[in-house]
């Protein structure tokens, strides 16, 4: 079980970033001033050899940071990238095949109904996504939006099998309040891109993982 899942759970989007005119590592470091409850590196567009040498830089410095990191959807790059776990998606190796590929590794899977819930729990995750608890942006065909009552069912049913549950979707400053009652943490991605640039993103980071309940 994660010791530190409460508050900001920030997730690096390479794509979302890329577009934005942000690098990777510089963006990471920003935010590992923030001491986010973890970090997950999202880079669907990259390569496998691309992605892993960008994972092992991320692993890396948030180790020295003490920040648990995830890698999405690749058990194997986390294991070899030497991340704390790996965030899987519906279509992504079931928790079963992941734990047979790094037994060791942490897992997150994402949840977008309540039963997707109910099943996900049934195997024991180490935590659990559930949302789009907002209208999003940051994907590219979302699934509906779940929304704050959804949300509250989904986090009675973590509390109950003590598994942490992380809100994602459409979450920002103004809304973060809201899923901290509900939810142990807040993933967040367009959010941290603030207007004002990469200086602006430790700030940025800091209020939200306030906000969002954490230390």
Known sequence: MLRRMRGLYAIVDCDILAARGFAPMPFLERLLEAQPAAIQLRAKSAGARVTL?????????????????????????????????????????????????????QLGVSTHRLEEVDRALSERPDYLAFGPVFATASKRDPEPVVGLAALASAAQRCRQAGVPLVAIGG??????????????????ISALLPAGGLPEVTGTARRLHSALGGG
């Open 171 to 188: 979450i920002d400053e103004s809304r973060a309040a809201q899923v901290a009652l509900a939810a142990d943490a807040g993933a967040v």
């Open 53 to 105: 040498a960008l994972a092992r830089a991320m692993s890396a410095s948030c180790r020295a940071a003490e920040v648990p990191f995830f890698v999405n959807d690749r058990p194997d790059l986390a294991l070899l990238s030497g991340s704390v776990g790996v965030h899987l998606g519906q279509r992504d190796l079931s928790l079963e095949d992941a734990r047979r590929v790094g037994p060791a590794l």
